[in-house]
């Protein structure tokens, strides 16, 4: 397991990009209304937010502005993850083949109630 990123929810997706270029961050992609940024091996995922709520829903964690939405690990087999994690699933798991190969998703809740993402192939770290 792999740290991969932390997602954020953005008044303006825009302005927020533009704030951590100044660290040196960079797109790497974007998905519709959603950009990753990154600066090596470190990732931001940037949600917008509309009215104090995400646009998307929040199985994949809280949707309000200047929140934390999820953290997110990277590894080799979501699947086989998954099996073995004593976890309330929130979504999942998906796979996002359409915008990158190989990229699969779940999301559980911690027992604090912190969404946590489990990945495999998006983004590479």
């Given amino acids: 397991m792999r740290w991969s990123h932390v997602a954020l929810n953005c008044v303006d997706v825009g302005r927020t990009e533009a704030f951590y270029r100044q ?3 960079s797109r790497v992609a974007a998905f519709g209304d959603i950009v990753f940024i990154g600066n090596g091996s470190v990732h931001l995922e ?3 937010a509309v009215d104090g709520l995400a646009v998307s829903g929040s199985r994949d964690g809280p949707g309000a502005a200047g929140v934390v939405r999820h953290l997110a690990f990277q590894v080799d087999d979501v699947d ?3 099996a073995g994690l004593d976890a309330e699933v929130t979504w999942g798991p998906l796979g996002f083949d359409e915008f990158v190969p190989g990229w699969r998703t779940v999301w559980v809740r911690d027992p604090d109630g912190i969404v946590v993402e489990v990945s ?4 590479a770290s």
């Fill in 46 to 48: 940037l949600f917008p």
């Fill in 120 to 123: 495999q192939g998006f983004p």
């Fill in 80 to 82: 086989a993850v998954v």
């Fill in 23 to 25: 660290f040196g961050f």
